[in-house]
């Protein structure tokens, strides 16, 4: 009987014995194979027995399965497999080899084999020297096992020879259409012509698929498994199909990657080939290697730059680096520009301070008018640095005040005085700590952070760096920038800065730092506590009219094309401008006013028109038009029962704040509106506490706060108000409403109360008396401990108002409110024959 031949190929021949002299060479592995195939095949089936069946000794196999046709060699070291063995060479040479289903298993039971196997015939067994057979196997007949017959010492078991079935018109098809990508694959992978050869030699079907599976694809062993169970010959060859288009496309796709990275290879190839004949022409004409010539200048650049120690040998580190690597690599782009910015920072240059006191005063005094404290502060820095003291720490100011108000302006004027660079960075909206100190340098696109971005603008490392809106600093997800600031504002830490990016020390110590903020409660603690606080009042009118005669109006007519002198500005008109069309603590919206009169002017001069050279208060109104009217008129227009006038304070400086009450029938209610916060609220409470307690005296009767409720509102409802320094305002409004008495409207108040009548101190006087002096109010009440503030008001403002201090709320009660109308019987009494008719002392005070 002629069986069908194919050989299952290994890579190694270590499992066969030396005296076999197995060959490594694949043709001369057929060979030997197909020697083995012959002798084998002089080996007869086992014969059925009556029911059909056929006992023999079983043999498990781990990881391999074989097919009906098909040689392999294999190595038996299990003690119950060589005990099958050794039966099998005493009786027919035959075994049952199934494969098992768990190969990692070394003792397998019977419930862990698959069902169905292989007979197979065996071939001389060869002892190795670990105990080990090794021999090669023929498989014969697909077989289901029937019934166990032993389990020890060796496997014995009674199977079922299978029989296949099949379609044969369908079968026809499917064969050569199997046939022909058999032929795609061996082409595709280049496998040896023999394999088709082994191909045609194969007639059925079901064989040339088991070849195929087992000996040309590379099938999972759970694959191998279901096939060797598929009895339909028609079903196994689909499957097969299925297996050959797989693999079809996976060649494809590894040609087209082999293809790929070979193009990828043929092009860095050539730019070799071509940079090498770039090289030798360029040697020809004298000229040398461009990249080594780069290469050279950049390494002169860093001998001659004046680098510390550390930032030296970084930078050389990096040169080589560079020097090692390919002109095209990616990486040379990311160290050049490294290398470049080490090379750029200034490391030790540094401006020569001037220290002639009398120009940095003058100086000062040419760009800035008023702000005492800020120009004394700069002049004592100046006069401690001209007497050179052994260790010189630098000052890092923090300039709060309104808006308008010269902050930003001083600094560059501080930079003129000494002689110094002024770079600025502005901090408002900036989250991200990388802002600060930059990102490390595995992110692509990474930067030094803008400390050091700006210090490379300065080309000093003694500049005066302003770090401008530092109160409106953010916080996300991303870091917290006000925490990398503590480094850069302790002089016991920024003369080791450290940026993510640079990752070397720089030292920022030289480097005279100024903050700006208009607030200080958003700035944390921490940080604060980093810096010496001078504060930015706002302007008094005096004041302004000084500084739009020396600065703005200068300016404007300058940036509008006007002459200087070609149009002057009464001072009444400057006044006018003031109170009528600004309400401000800085001057931002003077010189925009100022600006649009000049604009004004600009046209009807470019026109051809007649235009005025002498602004006066008519010609002010006729060129801005009517007033904007920020006078206290628009808030309190006279005397009125249940209003009052807070003094507030704000970030762009001081305010005037109506507070107003309403009295109706209701439930004692106490409704408080105008987006007032907590603390304002409470002072409202304590308010209405401190007057319920002392109802009698002040003619009310008890029973009035549970049959009336009280609406307390501050107007500008859009703009959040909170704080306790309106308690006085708030109690006298109360009073007033509920006693029907009116409220002075020229005085203006502040202070904290408490539940026993006490005035405590508030803060934020001199902008509160500032902003009462430029609404117009004549008397100002304050707490009494807040008197010691009034040295920071100018001596003007304090003569034009009355500033009465107060311990207790009765004397706030007294000065605001008019005195309580006398009772008609009293008065009858009074007026009566005999009695004087002499006014009463009452009335305003």
Known sequence: ?????????????????????????????????????????????????????????????????????????????????????????????????????????????????????????????????????????????????????????????????????????????????????LEQVVQMAQYP??????????????????????????????????????????????????????????LQLEEQIQNRVREEMERAQREAYLREQMRAIQSELGEGDFWQQELAALRERIEKAKLTEEARKTALREWERLSQMPPMSPEVGIVRNYIEWVLELPWTEKTEDNLDLKRAARILDETHYGLPRAKERVLEYIAVLSLKPRKNRQPILCFVGPPGTGKTSLGQSIARALGRKFVRVSLGGVRDEAEIRGHRRTYIGALPGRILQTMRRAGTINPVFMLDEIDKLGTDFRGDPASALLEVLDPEQNHAFSDHYLEIPYDLSHVFFITTANTLSTIPPALLDRMEVIEFPGYVEEEKVEIAKRFLIPRQLEENGLQPGEVTFTEKAIRRIIREYTYEAGVRNLERMIARICRKIARMKAEGRAYPVRITPRRVEELLGPPQNFSLEALVREDDVGVALALAWTESGGDILPVEVAIMEGKGNLQITGQVGDIMQESAQAALSYIRSRARQYGLRPDIFEKKD????????????????????????????????????????????????????????????????????????????????????????????????????????????????????????????????????????
């Open 1 to 181: 009987m002629r069986r069908a031949f194919w050989p299952y190929l290994v890579e190694t021949s270590d499992v066969f014995p030396d005296e076999w002299e197995f060959p490594t060479d694949w043709r001369q592995t057929l060979r030997f194979l197909q020697s083995q195939h012959q002798l084998l095949s002089e080996i007869p089936d086992t014969p059925l027995e009556d029911d059909g069946t056929i006992t023999l000794p079983v043999l498990p196999l781990r990881g391999l399965v074989v097919f009906p046709g098909m040689v392999a060699p294999m190595w038996v070291g299990r003690p119950f497999s060589k005990a099958a063995v050794d039966v099998a060479m005493r009786a027919t040479r035959t075994l049952l080899a199934i494969p098992q289903v768990d190969p990692e298993k070394d003792y397998p039971n019977p419930e862990d084999l698959y069902p169905i196997g292989v007979e197979i015939a065996i071939g001389e067994p060869h002892l190795t020297e670990d105990g080990t057979y090794t021999l090669v196997v023929q498989g014969r007949r697909r077989v289901r096992i029937v019934r166990w017959v032993q389990v020890e010492p060796y496997f014995l078991a009674q199977a079922q020879v299978l029989q296949e079935h099949r379609d044969e018109a369908e079968l026809e098809v499917l064969e050569r259409a199997m046939r022909h990508k």
């Open 710 to 845: 009280i609406h307390l509102h501050v107007p500008e409802g859009s703009v959040p108000k909170d704080g306790p320094s309106a308690g006085v305002a708030i109690a006298v409004a109360l009073l007033s409403a509920l006693t029907g008495r009116k409220v002075r409207h020229t005085i203006g108040m502040t202070g904290e109360i408490t539940l026993r009548g006490r005035v405590i101190p508030v803060g934020g006087i001199r902008e509160k008396v500032l902003a009462a002096h430029r609404a117009g109010l004549k008397t100002v009440l304050l707490p009494e401990p807040n008197l010691k503030d009034l040295v920071d008001v100018p001596k003007g403002v304090r003569d034009h108002l009355n500033i009465v201090p107060l311990r207790h709320l009765e004397d706030a009660l007294h000065r605001a409110l008019y005195p309580p109308k006398e009772p008609e019987k009293a008065r009858a009494r009074r007026t009566r024959p005999g009695l004087s008719t002499a006014p009463s002392a009452g009335g305003p005070q």
């Open 193 to 250: 012509q023999e394999v088709m050869e082994i191909a045609g030699g194969i007639p059925d079907a079901g064989t040339l698929a088991d070849m195929i599976a087992s000996g040309v694809l590379r099938l999972s062993y759970q694959d191998l498994l279901d096939l060797l169970g598929t009895l339909d010959v028609n079903k196994r060859v689909r499957q097969v199909l299925h297996f050959l288009a797989r693999e079809i496309e996976v």
